[in-house]
């Protein structure tokens, strides 16, 4: 069975604050997904990380992918209250594409 | 182009119940797969279809059916509902089913409670 662990759970900080989440396995992923999902909605891709040690940045939020495709983190710098929200990272482990995905962060940041 | 859509958004059964939830995938995507996502929790994959044909399956009970259409979109059947499936039942679509590293879009899902 292959398990993503998520940390931390919660996470509360304040605005402008830099904050990096981590999603780790003792599986090798072929790619992984970080989405972010609001209450009551679907999740919505933020990016996909394939290569290992493979970094990529969409604005103030920067992933990498592990030198050995077992682990990724995301990092956000200078939160904002817009940044709140269920983040999620799912790992792709065989053809086809279903997702194992972790049990999420959930960030909150206060104005 | 329209996402996933999915419907209803909101349903309400009662134990023993049977639900049927459906999902329309991205124009153009073939491939349709199923998440319960537990509130709470991650979501957790429970079917994917490709094709009109069954690629995957999840660790759910055999009261968890599904199946997808010429048109490619798709149903999720639960039968003998219990409490415990009380959930948020998300739909995802990609472009193919059996390539690797294939991006899945989420719909807004089905809140399903169980009564």
């Known amino acids: 069975t292959q398990l993503l662990e998520q940390s931390p759970q919660f996470l509360s900080i304040q605005e402008g604050e830099n904050l990096t989440v981590y999603c780790n396995s003792s599986?090798?992923?072929?790619?992984l997904q970080w989405y972010r999902q609001e209450p009551g909605e679907g999740p919505v891709l933020l990016v996909t990380?394939?290569?290992?040690?493979e970094v990529k940045k969409l604005k103030r939020l920067t992933f990498q992918f592990g030198d050995a495709r077992k682990d990724s983190s995301l990092h956000i710098t200078a939160a904002q209250p817009g940044d709140t929200g269920l983040y999620l990272c799912?790992?792709?482990?065989?053809?086809?594409?279903?997702?194992?995905f972790g049990g999420g962060t959930r960030l909150m940041v206060k104005p | 182009d329209a996402g996933v859509t999915q419907s209803p958004t909101h349903l309400i059964k009662t134990r023993g119940q049977h639900v049927t939830l459906r999902c329309s995938p991205i124009?153009?995507?073939?491939?349709v797969s199923w998440y319960q996502q537990v509130l709470g929790q991650g979501p957790q994959f429970i079917f994917q279809?490709?094709?009109?044909?069954?690629?995957g399956r999840g660790n759910f009970p055999d009261r968890f059916s599904a199946r997808q259409f010429p048109n490619y979109s798709s149903e999720l059947n639960v039968n003998a509902l219990l409490l415990g499936d009380s959930a948020l039942y998300l739909c995802?679509?990609?472009?193919?089913?059996?390539?690797?590293?294939?991006?899945?879009?989420f719909g807004q899902g089905t809140r399903l409670t169980v009564v």
């Open positions: 799912a790992g792709m482990w065989r053809a086809g594409n279903m997702l194992t």
């Open positions: 995802a679509s990609s472009l193919e089913g059996g390539e690797l590293n294939t991006e899945a879009f």
């Open positions: 124009s153009g995507h073939k491939s």
């Open positions: 990380v394939v290569t290992g040690g």
């Open positions: 279809y490709y094709e009109k044909e069954e690629r």
């Open positions: 599986s090798v992923f072929s790619s």
